[in-house]
């Protein structure tokens, strides 16, 4: 009988292990040719970076994850890693009164091309 709660506490930690998710690990993501907008920092009445994506532009959740070298030219062509977000960003910048709602991403990691 001694033996029933090591097998009960092994058979549960099997189980909850059975049930991680074994997606696309963190660090794993979408690599893809892109261009990069740089408009000027947001702190300064700009709107940071776009990110275009075979014609259609995301803002990144992690602006900083790209290196300033980009911020010299308006576009870059790029080499990006990146994974796609959920949810939208509203992000108020620049002099527009309105919000600019747009879908997400997180940067993994970009390289000019």
């Keep these: ?10 058979l ?5 292990s059975a049930c991680q998710n074994t ?12 261009t990069l907008l740089w408009s000027g920092e947001i702190a300064a009445d700009g709107c940071g970076f776009e990110i275009e994506i075979d014609g ?3 803002l990144p959740e992690n602006e900083d994850a790209i290196p300033a070298a980009f911020k010299e030219n308006e576009t870059s062509e790029v080499k990006l890693t ?7 960003i509203d992000r108020r910048c620049g002099m527009l009164p309105q919000p600019r709602v747009m879908d997400a991403v997180k ?7």
Excluded: H
Excluded at 12 to 16: E, K, L, N, S, V
Excluded at 23 to 34: D, K, R
Excluded at 82 to 88: K, S, T, V
């Design 12 to 16: 549960a930690a099997f189980t909850m």
């Design 1 to 10: 009988m001694k033996l029933a709660p090591i097998f009960l506490t092994l």
């Design 82 to 88: 990146y994974l796609p977000l959920e949810n939208q």
């Design 23 to 34: 997606n696309q690990p963190e660090n794993e993501g979408i690599t893809t040719t892109a």
């Design 107 to 113: 940067v993994i990691s970009v390289t000019a091309l």
């Design 56 to 58: 259609k532009k995301y």
